[in-house]
């Protein structure tokens, strides 16, 4: 067979590891394996190049997608997608795999109406895709927000300040959950875990008047002005207060081994379904074991929320 494969969406650390594996495990079933540049643009533009093993060497530690990614808003029109179709067709490449998140999700699988044999690959730091537990480079963003956390915390120290970090997410918690959790914070607040201002001011007066030299606030984009809240706080709780909006270095960084072998995995596995047969379906890992769900099942659907918000109070912990 011959596949395509491609990146879209925000890139996301691991990305390149699945790619890789696509490579090598297609490759040894016999396939030949071409690679899209940046996403469906290079598919309507007939940007493709066939791929060998040594084509993606030395990329299982590189951040980012060395293929190049977009969002293409244009992929939302019919005779775009028909034009990508004429392009696979004029190449004889009938099975395609994507890697990014819900709106490359949603180009594959009109893909798929249109006879292409579509995988997707859940790829994206915001882990929102449902039909997974988690998706490539979500913990190496955690890591990355971890280390700004630590990092945060000795300044914060230092003066007696709030320190306020807004992390990414889109409209998903899970960035700023697990890395709230594993830096400590005394208030994780996320789309999923609504914010009640008061209380978290009278809370940080009452850790103030413990004698409390710090305190971290992790919060989701999209939520609130975090500067404004900056100087809420320190005109009302006793501590100064900066804010920190971590920004784009959430996107990149080499991959921890978990998006690595996740990564590699999933590739893989894109690589056997196909061999079967399968496609229309989208990838996940769930409870540690590779599963695949038709892309109806997963497209604009809300991911169950992770058991670890009941951890976290809604205020400070
Ligand atoms: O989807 C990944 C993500 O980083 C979101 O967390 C963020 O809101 C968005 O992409 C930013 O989009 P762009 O890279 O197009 O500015």
Redesign the pocket.
């Known amino acids: 067979m011959k596949i395509g494969v491609l990146t879209s ?2 890139d996301a650390p691991g990305m390149n590891a699945a790619i890789r594996a696509v490579v090598r495990a297609g490759i040894s079933s016999g396939h030949e394996i071409y690679g899209i540049k940046d996403g469906y643009q290079g598919l309507v533009q007939d940007q493709m190049d066939l791929l060998d093993s040594h084509s993606v060497s030395g990329m299982l530690s590189l951040g980012g997608t060395f293929l190049g990614t977009a ?1 293409s808003q244009e992929f939302l029109q019919e005779e775009v997608r028909l034009k990508a179709v004429e392009n696979l067709k004029k190449r004889e490449i009938d099975a395609l795999i994507v890697i990014g ?1 819900d709106g490359t999700y949603r180009g594959a699988m009109e893909l798929s109406k249109l006879g292409i044999k579509t995988i997707g690959l859940p790829g ?3 882990n929102d895709i449902a039909g997974t537990d988690y998706t490539i480079g979500f913990y190496t963003a955690v890591e990355t927000i971890v280390d700004a956390i630590d990092k945060l915390r000795d300044t914060s120290t230092s003066h007696q300040r709030c320190s306020i970090v807004e992390v ?3 409209y998903s918690g899970d960035l700023a959950l697990f890395a709230g959790i594993c830096g400590g914070a005394e208030f994780i607040i996320t789309p999923e875990n609504p914010m009640d201002k008061k209380a978290i001011i009278k809370k940080l007066k009452d850790h103030k008047a413990q004698g409390r030299r710090h305190a971290i606030i992790v919060i989701t ?1 999209k939520i609130i002005d975090v500067h404004a809240f900056a100087k809420e706080i320190s005109e009302e709780s006793g501590f100064s207060s900066r804010a920190t909006v971590l920004g784009y270095i959430q ?1 990149g960084g080499s991959p921890c081994p978990e998006d690595r072998i996740l990564g590699s995995r999933m590739g893989s596995y894109a690589i056997d379904l196909l061999n079967q047969d399968i496609y229309g379906v989208c990838v996940g890992v769930r409870d540690s074991r590779m599963v695949h769900l038709p892309f109806a099942n997963v497209v604009g659907q809300k991911k169950p929320k992770n058991e670890l918000y009941s951890l976290v109070t809604r205020v400070s912990s």
Do not use: P, V, Y
Request: no cysteine; glycine share 34%; charged share 40%.
């Open positions: 969406g925000g969002r998140g994206t730091i915001d990414m997410g889109r984009e996107r």
